[in-house]
């Protein structure tokens, strides 16, 4: 079996975001978790322009069950899987892992295959009527991590996490992101 991720020894277990959940996060895990804006211009916010993406994976290939259900895609249906690690001036801060069906990239114009180091979010922020779908919520523990993941974002406890289900011109696209330790430790 081919791997389906650089990040992940194990599929995280994600819940769904309800009401009330939020008030049970940490203060500076609900600040990141719900933020409707870019996550890539808040950063750029904090830290200019030395914030940069690092190309972890980027591969064609079939989802997690999980994420294959939020998309509505058959078993056998290559998605675009793209994983990156957000950083600043040598301190990690965001590992995302973005689900980019084929229907979507077609609509998109080849604009989110071939990214490159660009940040996902300066992309899809700019398309007028982006929709946020659907938002869950999860932990990460260390052992749920794969090695590399470890190594490049400094994970040595849990991490928090949100995935998010976008769409535009009605093509989904599943955005998960975790919120590393040095992040939060600047807050």
Partial sequence: MTTKSYLFAQEPNWRENRAGI????????????????????????????SVAVTVLYNHWQTPYVTERHLLKQSAHRYCLIRE???????KPLILARTIIPEATVNIAKSNLSHLGNRPLGEIIFAYPKLQRLDLNLCVVSPDKWSQAAIDAGGISSPVWGRRTVYAIAQRQMLVSEFFLPELLNAF
């Fill in 84 to 90: 990156v690690l957000l950083h600043a001036d040598g």
């Fill in 22 to 49: 939020r008030h049970t996060l940490p203060v500076a895990i609900q600040s990141w978790t719900y933020e409707t804006g870019s996550l890539t211009q808040r950063l750029r916010g904090i830290y200019g322009n």
